[in-house]
């Protein structure tokens, strides 16, 4: 498949500098700067199909950063305005709709669909076109080993280093509280897969064994088996590399076979707002990484709770807050660069004042390694006395880290 | 190796998901047995149950169990009408190839209302007592499992009772066995027949409740399904009620046992490569009789 796409991104491209070459001999003048002047943002969601539910997110999100901006007046003093396809989470519809939206419809700028199988692909059209390309959720490793030159993750950490404050904190524990062995459990998925992996890589390396390390299927349902096997191996702790109904599944089985670990550690699933109703509330002392809560103080995230929910009558979660981030680091880019079109120059400066300097979200400060991995970490939250309170790091926690957890 | 306790526990998991296995591949060898049909929506209308309870759950906070009072005799009813509908309506020549994409078409229909209605959101029902369980000889049961498994034997025994010891259990299994002699001995196997597709989809109403109780549902759950049950009644005997249970115990317990030494995903294939090996070395089936081999 890979060496298809590429060829047919070439191809592409070739056809596209033909035809801009064809348009500058013939002298004719730009389109866009003539009829009307908003800076038109191409973007691709999968609005149907398999992520169809973040998907609508991360449409949520550019909307309300779309409208936020416009009612401020606009970028450069021109109205921005989305061009959103949708391709069904399929990953070659991806690629030709980021053709055509650079190539046929001659967008000024682009943002990055959700999740990793839709980002690598389209990320490959946009650095083809020399386009920047800032996405808002393409976290796992492999987006950022194809040597992508344009390419920003919008939101604070990749998926490896989602857990490094509870690493860190682990590891810093007195060796009598230190959990001694770890059993992991990760969806056959790149991005739940790295945050459990960044984990145990971790405390590995810190001489914490691990004594299981389970891979399943994304659609599996049934996980009796598994924890049947983490509560044979009474580890001291447990850690899910999940999504949502598979971490929920799996704790529901745990919790059947009355396995009580010190520490419990799942990715995504507890974040999400239907989760505790879920499990039947037996959430207690369940731990979980998170990119974003409408709580931080972040002087742009007030207004964007704020007016968001105004917007969509509910506050935002994780999905639109990345969604936003993605606007709010090209807005700045532009305004640094004052451009926003397909120019290669104006891309060019954009990608290189970004590689330089540090943007304020609504995720806080965020800056970027040269592969565009962002470099900060995502804070811990804990399910404390009902409720999910941030407890890593220290800056910014709202309630102490329970060690160990009370039993589920 | 894995410790002794393991293996046994492992046993147990076995049991409690081959009874389920066995009441939904039930259901799905009835209907062949009956009209040669192959229906792709079989685990299409279990999702709709689980659906159905958890809705009703959700609205009233009944107990999910409860709502089978209501959906066991509307699935009865949806499938005799959807027998004399629809199915007869296709040319017995090209029936089960036909069936084929009849169903799908249900299939997909039922996963697109449910996707309407509720989104695809993952759903569980929340019940006081999903995670309790007690010990059994060093393993653990968990109580839903246990109550899945229940009213799995219960329904599959009840099926039995009634394909054995009623007149119309007679009449069903005679136009099982040779339909145009079932005629002459003044069956009217139309009928038998719409009965008989009634009783396989009210075994989905059993079959998705109980797998509600335990599990995440969503519209798309059921493809997850469809492809192991298919898998279990080929293996077990087309058409042959008790060679589908036995099949689907044997298999369940199979991929229990091996996800101790493979992983998840491979522990899954034994379902696929069970039917291999019985489409290259008995394509009739293990436990199946004589119809399986006309196919």
Request: glycine share 10%.
């Amino acid at each position: 498949m890979r060496p298809t796409r590429r060829l047919q991104g070439r191809i592409a491209a070739g056809t596209l500098t033909l035809a801009l070459a064809a348009s500058g001999c013939a002298g004719g003048s730009g389109s866009e700067d003539s009829s009307d002047d908003s800076i038109v943002i191409g973007v691709s969601l999968p609005l149907t199909g398999d992520f169809s539910e973040p998907g609508k997110g991360v449409e949520r999100g550019y909307k309300a950063w779309a409208k936020i901006v416009n009612d401020k007046g606009g970028l450069l003093g021109r109205k921005v305005e989305l061009k959103i396809l949708d391709d069904q989470s399929n990953a070659d519809r991806v690629v030709s709709d980021y053709e055509q939206l650079i190539g046929r419809d001659e967008v000024d700028l682009v943002f990055g669909p959700f999740s990793t199988r839709l980002v690598v692909p389209s990320a490959r059209v946009a650095e083809e076109y020399g386009m920047l390309f800032v996405e808002p959720a393409g976290a796992a490793p492999e987006v950022f080993d194809q040597g992508f030159k344009n390419l920003f993750y919008a939101a604070p950490a990749v998926a490896n280093d989602h857990y490094n404050h509870l690493a860190d904190y682990i590891l810093a524990l007195p060796a009598g509280e230190r959990p001694k062995s770890v059993a992991y459990a990760a969806m056959d998925d790149p991005f739940a897969q790295g945050t459990a992996y960044g984990l145990k890589e971790k405390l590995e390396k810190g001489g914490i064994k691990t004594v299981v390390d389970e891979v399943y299927p994304p659609n599996t349902t049934d996980f009796g088996s598994i924890a049947a096997k983490i509560a044979d191996s009474k580890a001291d702790m447990v850690v899910g590399g999940s999504q949502y109904q598979d971490g929920v599944n799996l704790i529901v089985a745990l919790q059947q076979l009355n396995y009580q670990p010190k520490m419990a550690a799942f990715s995504t699933a507890p974040t999400e707002p239907e989760f505790a109703k879920a499990i039947g509330n037996k959430t207690e002392g369940i731990l979980a990484p998170t990119g974003y809560t409408q709580k931080a103080d972040y002087p742009s995230n007030k207004e964007f709770v704020e007016k968001y929910t105004k917007q969509f009558g509910k506050a935002p979660e994780e999905d639109e807050a990345n969604a936003y981030t993605t606007g709010q680091v090209v807005a700045a880019a532009v305004e640094a660069a004052d451009c926003a079109s397909q120019d290669p120059e104006c891309q060019s400066k954009l990608v290189d004042w970004l590689r330089g300097n540090e943007v304020e979200t609504v995720v806080g400060p965020l800056k970027w390694d040269d592969k565009g991995r962002p470099q900060s970490a995502h804070m811990i939250q804990q399910w404390i006395d009902g409720e999910i309170q941030i407890v890593l790091p220290e800056a910014q926690k709202e309630a102490d880290l329970v060690h160990p957890k009370p039993a589920w | 190796m894995p410790s002794a306790s393991l293996v046994f526990q492992s046993v147990v998991l076995g049991v409690l998901l081959g009874g389920l296995y066995a009441l939904l591949a039930a259901g799905l060898t009835l209907y062949f047995g009956v009209m040669r049909v192959v229906m792709i929506a079989h685990s299409a209308f279990l999702i709709l149950a689980a659906y159905l309870a958890w809705y009703a759950h959700r609205e009233t906070g009944i107990d999910p169990l409860l709502t089978l009072v209501v959906t066991v005799p509307l699935f009865f009813a949806a499938g005799v009408a959807m027998q004399r509908l629809l199915l007869t309506r296709l040319r017995p020549a090209t029936l089960t190839m036909m069936s084929v994409l009849l169903t799908f078409s249900v299939a997909l229909t039922i996963e697109g209302l449910l996707g309407y209605a509720f989104s695809g959101t993952q759903r569980r029902i929340r019940l006081g007592y999903s995670s309790a369980g007690f010990e059994f000889l060093g393993a653990r049961i968990a109580a839903v499992k246990l109550i899945a498994f229940g009213m799995a034997a219960l329904a599959l025994l009840g099926l039995y009772v009634l394909m054995k010891h009623s007149r119309f259990g007679q009449a069903l299994r005679a136009t099982i066995q040779h339909r145009e002699a079932a005629q002459l001995l003044g069956i009217d196997t139309d009928r038998i027949a719409g009965y008989g597709f009634g009783l396989g989809l009210a075994t989905a109403a059993v079959g998705g409740t109980a797998l509600a109780l335990d599990t995440t549902i969503y519209p798309s759950l059921h493809w997850h399904w469809i492809g192991p049950l298919m898998a279990i009644i080929v293996v077990g005997g087309l058409g042959s009620v008790p060679g589908a249970a036995i099949a689907a115990m044997t298999l369940g317990m199979l991929q229990s046992l091996l996800q101790l030494e493979l992983s998840t995903t491979w522990a899954q294939t034994v379902f696929y490569v069970a039917l291999f090996a019985t489409l290259a070395f008995r394509p009739q089936g293990f436990f199946g009789g004589r119809l399986a081999q006309r196919f």
